[in-house]
């Protein structure tokens, strides 16, 4: 991890725990999430990679506390995740810097001090996802996305943004950008959340293509169903589409991370259509071959516009 290690040292982490920290997290998204991870590596300058690691982790870091796939009731989640937002806020709050987990987000937050709202912004959002059971139709969609989705990708625009950009300017950037991501991870991990009794599809599409929640349940492949993610992938193909514009409100330096991500859910959307029904038993994950693929392809942009600007 050379490259980890020059990283840290450019983005100003020099005493061993942090880094060690740091180099901690980095090493569990690489578990985690392998394809977003190796996005970050290839795609950002290493300084910047290592903040958006540590933006990165917080999320999921919150989003495991909340979710522990259904397994605790929802009173006993909340509680803990209240007690992981005090020790959060007073970690970023305190004038000693903390040691462990909580201490890549506090220095990263000096760093890029607009993230430090934006923590604010997502550790009041994030709690509403523990009542959250679906949508009644697109107008509640939107609202997931405006009231949960964006402030969770928000922290990585923290870091990400311009200095000069305007705060609205970002949002509607990130907005554009959640929307088909948040719509194909409900598509591929609709078995998922079946399973857990959530239905993230809005019951209005069900209506209209005569779909019931049932059917879902029991993995019925009837014209109808098919005709329901067609419908559902047809959206997100649109939605893919509207996102392109929003890397234009991104530095020319990271747009590059931003374009390979929705090329990746491209692909992921393109698997989703082959399964078809069957998405019902088992949702999908990103190909490595192509995922790889996809991120060379953007690694070798990002090298030409350093030699050009070289």
């Not at 920290?21 to 990679?49: F, N």
């Not at 950008?177 to 591929?188: A, E, G, S, Y």
């Not at 209506?207 to 005709?227: E, F, I, M, Q």
């Amino acid at each position: 991890m050379n490259g980890w290690r020059r990283g840290l040292t450019l983005a100003g982490v020099a005493e061993p725990r942090l880094r060690e920290s740091y180099t901690r997290q980095a090493r569990q998204l690489a578990r985690y999430a392998p394809a977003q991870y190796a996005a970050v590596r290839l795609l950002l300058p290493p300084e910047t990679a290592v903040h958006v690691v540590a933006a990165v982790s917080f999320m999921h870091t919150c989003d495991e506390i909340l979710d522990q796939d259904g397994r605790a009731p929802v009173e006993v989640r909340a509680a803990r995740f209240a007690a992981y937002e005090t020790r959060v806020r007073r970690a970023l709050d305190s004038p000693r810097a903390p040691v462990g987990a909580l201490a890549p987000l506090r220095h990263t937050t000096r760093a890029h001090p607009r993230l430090a709202g934006l923590v604010d912004d997502f550790l009041r959002a994030a709690p509403a996802d523990l009542y959250f059971t679906g949508f009644a139709g697109e107008p509640e969609f939107a609202a997931y996305v405006e009231d949960y989705a964006v402030p969770g990708l928000m922290l990585m625009g923290g870091v990400l943004g311009g200095p000069d950009e305007s705060p609205e300017r970002l949002r509607e950037s990130i907005r554009l950008v959640t929307k088909p991501i948040q719509r194909i991870d409900f598509l591929t991990d609709l078995h998922e959340d079946l399973l857990v009794g959530r239905l993230c599809l809005p019951r209005s599409d069900l209506l209209d293509c005569g779909v019931t929640p049932d059917d879902l349940r029991h993995g019925r492949a009837t014209a109808r169903v098919r005709a329901l993610l067609a419908r559902t992938a047809a959206k997100c193909w649109s939605e893919l589409a509207a996102a392109r514009p929003a890397l234009a409100g991104i530095p020319p330096l990271y747009a590059p991370m931003v374009a390979a991500q929705l090329d990746v859910y491209a692909h992921l959307l393109h698997q989703a259509q082959a399964r078809g029904p069957r998405l019902l038993q088992g949702g999908v994950r990103p190909r490595i071959p192509a995922a790889a693929a996809i991120l060379l392809r953007h690694r070798r942009t990002v090298s030409g516009e350093i030699a050009s600007s070289g």
